[in-house]
């Protein structure tokens, strides 16, 4: 495997959906990852946004992981932290070191920007997942809680 680590920019519209192609498969949600994916300029302005981090290992021109953060820039102190929103690895490509990869990769970024931490969540039953963020990181016990927009719900 001749596996290179890009972090796209707002030329890379075509690696932009071949990832969320990718996050619609794996994450067995097509809907939300490929069926009304955003149109051509808003990912140019979203890749082109310094506190967008998107990455893509790529085999043989073929996205086979990747992984969106965002750059959260704080209020109480002069800093930031970086939020991993989605991060997948192709089923055929698991298990490899692909994921640990792109985080370390996400790391230099984060070390680059200044900001003080990475975090991820990871959901109850994703054993994987939680094995390799254990591996990297410290496990912190939060609650989550989705706020619906519409106040009528």
Do not use: W
């Amino acid at each position: 495997m001749s596996m290179e680590i890009k972090r796209l920019d707002n030329n890379d519209i075509s690696l932009m959906r071949s990832l969320l192609d990718l996050f619609g498969e794996v994450f067995d949600d097509v809907k939300t990852y490929c069926h009304a994916q955003p149109e051509t300029p808003y990912l140019k302005r979203l890749l082109a946004n310094p506190s967008f981090f998107t990455l893509v290992a790529i085999d043989d021109n073929e996205v086979i992981a990747g992984l969106a953060a965002y750059e959260l820039i704080k209020f109480e102190q002069q800093r930031s932290e970086i939020y991993i929103y989605d991060l997948a690895v192709s089923k055929h490509y698991r298990r490899q070191g692909i994921a640990t990869a792109l985080i370390n990769y996400l790391r230099t970024i984060a070390n680059e920007t200044g900001a003080y931490v990475i975090f991820v969540q990871a959901d109850y039953g994703d054993e994987p997942a939680i094995a390799l963020y254990e591996k990297l990181g410290i496990r912190e016990q939060v609650l989550h809680f989705d706020i619906a927009i519409n106040h009528e719900e």
